[in-house]
């Protein structure tokens, strides 16, 4: 083991009814420090036999337990006090995540803080979503809409940004009611660990919530069992598609937030510097493992080599090391194969003729880690494999565009549609332009995501919404209810 110890109390075992309880094997999975390359900590690997058994749990707190049945302000009280656990173990998550997925310890230490706010704002909704409301029916007298919990939800959560992914899938799903399994990735385990220590810390209700750790093969079941009514998952598009497609042979609801290969349309009188400051600051984070990363740069054609140029600057004197160094920029990536993964797609770039301006290599002074130096090609087709396909680390793609409607043009030939944005001095033409983005967010002049609203995509990047204003609704089902008077509550209600 490495010196650092993981800020887990029960590593050994999953949570499951509410219980810390032995796995069915003694199976498990090791996870690598992506900076030293030494086993951070290890935790047990679920079979067949505890994903049932998690699945059974759920389905007992949602179809007898009292957690449905409270009210929406009942379990909004459960939520405020599961974010302030969380942040209370800021510390522990700022130790967690850089060690396992390569982000800085100074983005790190606010992941606690950061879902808190999302715990705290989706609670708020318990006054304010409209869960019952009165309407006409064509025949009757009285209706009620009641958007009511979807039942029991399987959350599978990717190894980059954990602990935010988390709490946007948990907090909206325990608000409607659902009761969950959630599936932490192999990677990245420990904030799974650390969400099931503070449901049990306040005393969230036997199998509302459930944690295990499975692999790709494993994880599947729970996407297979019919005794789950909705699966909500981030990872790739490829995985999504697998999903989607049991999702789709038993009927069972699905959001899925997938892959990009998102643009950034730098229009004519963008300044060049600062859009290349912008950019390169932007890809530093969490070493471009971030699935809505601006990494195709669309520009003029008159004005690439101005922008290459300017971005090979800014992106090379990027400091990258040790995430828990105060002076580094740009931390490691989070696994060997995700090195290789990235490494096989600068290869690529090189082979396909792209102009390399900077980067592609391993940074000279680090012998260990999972490192890659920031890398910018030039020159790139857009049909070409780096301009394409999502390479999900810290390489940007520099597009020649004729003219505005071609930049368009370019942005939108993609599967993908998640993230974009358009750099520009004029609001209104940065209004127009993303008006004919196909993309589930754009920003501008900035890298712009905001969970706190919506986030999503277009096209094969994703079916539904996450956000505290869009994703509360994709964990409920509406029912209409026909009566033939007004009930209690809704005498004086004219319709």
């Known amino acids: 083991m490495s ?22 094997s003694d199976a498990t999975i090791k996870v690598i420090d992506s900076d030293t390359e030494q086993v951070y900590f290890a935790v047990p690997e679920a079979q067949a036999a505890d994903i049932s058994r998690a699945v059974e749990a ?25 974010g302030a656990e969380l942040e209370r ?9 850089p060690r396992e997925s390569g982000v800085l310890h100074a983005v790190a230490r606010g992941g606690g803080k950061g879902a808190q706010v999302t715990f705290d704002r989706f609670a708020a909704l318990a006054d304010t979503f409209p869960f019952e409301e009165p309407a006409k029916p064509s025949a009757g007298q009285f209706g009620l809409i009641v958007r009511e919990p979807v039942g029991v939800v399987g959350a599978i959560i990717p190894w980059n940004a954990p602990i935010g992914l988390i709490s946007n899938k948990v907090a909206p799903a325990l608000l409607a009611g659902c009761t969950v399994i959630l ?84 229009l004519d009188d963008m300044d060049v510097e600062t859009a290349a400051r912008t950019l390169s600051q932007a890809e530093c984070f969490l070493s471009g493992q971030v699935c809505s990363s601006l990494t195709r740069i669309v520009v003029p054609r008159s004005r690439h080599d101005e922008l290459l140029e300017a971005l090979a600057s800014t992106f090379s004197q990027v400091r990258v090391g040790d995430p828990f160094n ?14 290789d993964r990235v490494e096989g797609y600068i290869a690529k770039g090189v082979a396909d003729g792209a102009t390399l301006a900077t980067g592609g290599g391993r940074p000279k002074d680090l012998d260990r880690g999972w490192y890659v130096e920031p890398t910018v090609f030039g020159n790139v087709d857009n049909h070409s494999v780096i301009a394409q396909e999502e390479i999900f680390g810290p390489v940007l793609s520099v597009i020649p565009a004729e003219d505005e409607q071609d930049a368009v043009r370019i942005a939108n030939d993609t599967i993908y549609g998640l993230n974009a944005s358009v750099f520009t001095n004029d609001v209104n033409r940065a ?9 589930g967010t ?53 319709l």
């Open 89 to 97: 173990r800021s510390a522990d998550i700022g130790q967690l995540w």
């Open 442 to 494: 754009v920003g501008h002049n900035a890298f712009r995501t905001d969970f706190g609203v919506s986030f999503g995509g277009f096209k094969q990047s994703g079916i539904g919404r996450e956000g505290v204003h869009e994703g509360l609704p994709h964990f409920l089902e509406t029912k209409f209810v026909v009566l033939e008077g007004p009930p209690e509550g809704y005498e004086d209600t004219a």
């Open 183 to 266: 599936k932490s990735s192999p990677e990245a385990p420990g904030e799974g660990y650390l969400i099931a220590e503070a449901a049990e810390a306040i005393g969230l209700p036997p199998g509302v919530l459930n944690v295990v750790t499975a692999d790709r093969e494993v994880s599947e079941l729970l996407v297979r069992d019919p005794r789950v009514d909705k699966i909500t998952f981030t990872g790739s598009t490829a995985a999504g598609r697998r999903i989607a497609s049991i999702c789709g042979e038993r009927i069972a609801r699905c959001t899925l937030e997938l892959g990009g290969k998102s643009a950034a349309v730098i």
């Open 326 to 339: 105060a002076q580094t920029q740009m931390g490691p990536l989070a696994a060997e194969r995700q090195r």
């Open 58 to 82: 759920a389905r007992e707190a949602f179809d007898n337990g009292p957690w449905p049945w409270l009210t929406h302000g009942q379990r909004a009280e459960y939520l405020r006090a599961i």
């Open 431 to 439: 209004r127009q332009v993303a008006a004919q983005l196909r993309s």
């Open 3 to 24: 010196q650092a110890s993981a800020p887990i109390r029960h590593a050994d075992r999953f949570f499951i009814g509410g219980q810390w309880v032995a796995p069915s």
